[in-house]
Each structure stands twice: as C-alpha cells, then as structure tokens.
C-alpha cells in the first residue's frame, strides 16, 4: 500500500472534522498530519487505523508516505 493519511481519509469517506472530532484533536493538527508537517502520536495510531479500517501498520506507512511528499515538494 502506497497510500498516503489524506489518501486514507478521502477512501473512508471522513472529513477532517470528522477525523479531529475523533482523535480530540484540531482539525489544523489533522491537516498538519496529512501534510507531513506533524507526526502523529503513538496513542493516535490505533483510533485512526480503526476509523480508516486499516491496520496500524497501514497507518504508520501512511505517515512516512506524508512526510516524504513533504520532503520532496
């Protein structure tokens, strides 16, 4: 999977509202984990791996994936 955390959000349909609504988080804090400027915290992992219905794996790959683009632009 080559997917990055914006990727994983749009395929499970969610919002960054509704994603920071979840996490009890902003959704400023949540754009800034899509846009790679942010790392997500361990305790954040498995909550978000359960709203996007994917493993904790798929969201720590996801991560890297964001800040790679980020590095990169």
């Known amino acids: 999977m080559s997917e990055s955390l914006r990727d994983l959000r749009k395929a499970s349909e969610k919002t960054l509202a509704e994603v920071a ?21 361990i305790d954040q992992v498995i909550p978000l791996a359960r709203l996007y ?6 969201i720590i790959a996801a991560q890297a994936i964001s800040v790679a683009i980020r590095k990169s632009e």
């Open 21 to 41: 609504r979840a996490l009890h988080v902003s959704v400023r804090t949540v754009a800034r984990y899509e846009d790679g400027t942010r790392r997500i915290n």
């Open 53 to 58: 219905r994917v493993s904790a794996e798929d």
